[in-house]
């Protein structure tokens, strides 16, 4: 039987790649009389990498690097009435509601009433940002423990799973990003449920060959959660009883 169920936030929980693809469409169309938007994607792409070993994941260094975009395709030609658009979209973004994702909550209230098990969320990036959308949620109430990282790898979980005294083993992760939230936990020993969202950001996607097809666990939506999680604590208990 399993004894911690961790949850990702972003894209798992609630909406949140959309806010960043509209605010990518806007700095489009802002630097469109400047160069082509495949331009705009590819310096973007950039300037985001180069960002996240100094601002990290979230709305913060997404907007740093939307400015320094536009200031560099512009030739340092964009006016400051446009940045201070661009600052605006990325206030706006941590402004946004947080938009639940259908069936969630009631996942969510499930596990709560179940003693045996200890309910983590595990998400990844800036601090406020991170702790706005979980106040928005109202989800607060129903995890054991909150825990905002800076990064998803292996020791990440490991000191996770360890903080809550369970070993990787007694642990699943659900989440959508397959390389923060399913190859790092597999890699530890856990189980994970991938629920794939309708769009991935680029850094987060992964190559093929990296996945090990038989171990991931895919779920159509989190709906699916509890009868997939029922049937693999079912394999693992058969398991054990085989081997008495």
């Not at 705009?40 to 260094?61: F, H, P």
């Not at 800076?150 to 007694?170: A, C, H, M, W």
């Not at 991931?216 to 509890?226: H, L």
């Amino acid at each position: 039987m399993y004894k911690l169920i961790a949850f990702d936030g972003d894209d798992t929980l609630w909406h949140n790649e959309p806010l960043f693809r509209q605010a990518h469409v806007e700095l489009r169309e802002m630097l469109g009389h400047y160069v082509d938007p495949e331009q705009v994607d590819d310096r973007l792409y950039q300037a985001e990498l180069a960002n996240l070993s100094i601002y990290g994941y979230g709305v913060t260094g997404f907007t740093l690097s939307m400015i320094e975009t536009a200031i560099e395709l512009s030739d340092r030609k964009i006016s400051a009435e446009d940045i201070h658009k661009l600052a605006e979209i990325g206030k706006s973004m941590l402004r946004a509601p947080t938009r639940i994702i259908d069936g969630a909550e009631t996942v969510l209230k499930h596990y709560a009433k179940h003693p045996e098990y200890k309910v983590v969320l595990v998400t990844k990036g800036d601090l406020i940002a991170q702790q706005l959308k979980i106040d928005r949620s109202g989800f607060e109430d129903l995890f054991d423990g909150i825990e905002i990282v800076s990064e998803k790898d292996p020791l990440t979980y490991r000191n996770i799973f360890g903080r809550y005294g369970v070993e990787p083993e007694q642990a699943v992760m659900i989440g959508n990003s397959m390389k923060s939230d399913i190859l790092p936990v597999l890699a530890c020993g856990g189980t994970a449920i991938h629920i794939p969202y309708e769009i991935t950001w680029v850094h987060e996607m992964v190559d093929q060959t990296e996945i090990d097809n038989e171990k991931v666990v895919t779920a159509e939506s989190i709906a699916d959660v509890p009868g997939i999680i029922a049937k693999l604590e079912q394999e693992k208990t058969s398991g054990s009883m085989e081997n008495v």
